[in-house]
């Protein structure tokens, strides 16, 4: 006769079987078996939050820019760059140069963005 292959059931309570003799060993029988029977915890639900206004005086209007600006890599290449720059000074004049570029290419991108 073929050995009979476990079905999902099965091999779920034999995984069950085997979590709970690895946590047996490392937090102790009991914490093991209340761990596995433990109900989840739920969160408390957070409490409104108070509604902040800000009081508008006469005359004056919103701040220009009402959104966020979109995202951008000008940031990281203008460090990158800044970054490249300084290693030049220390390992090979293109290092510097190419820091350079990044340093200039990051500066027209992101002051580019703002227009």
């Known amino acids: 006769m073929a050995a009979e292959t476990p079905g999902f059931g ?8 085997l979590l709970s003799k690895i946590l047996a060993g490392l937090l102790g029988l009991r914490a093991a078996t209340e761990a596995l029977t433990a109900e989840p915890v739920r969160a408390a639900p957070e409490p409104p939050r108070p509604q902040i206004r800000v009081p508008t005086h006469p005359g004056w209007e ?6 966020l600006p979109k995202p ?8 990158l760059g800044i970054t490249l720059a300084g290693a030049g000074m220390v390992t090979s004049y293109w290092v510097s140069v190419a820091g ?5 290419l990051g500066l027209a991108a992101w002051i580019g963005q703002l227009k």
Do not use: C, D, H, N
């Open 100 to 104: 350079f570029v990044l340093i200039i």
């Open 62 to 67: 919103k701040a220009m820019p009402e959104g």
């Open 72 to 79: 951008t890599y000008a940031p990281a290449t203008l460090a």
């Open 10 to 17: 099965g091999l779920f309570s034999k995984g069950v079987r």
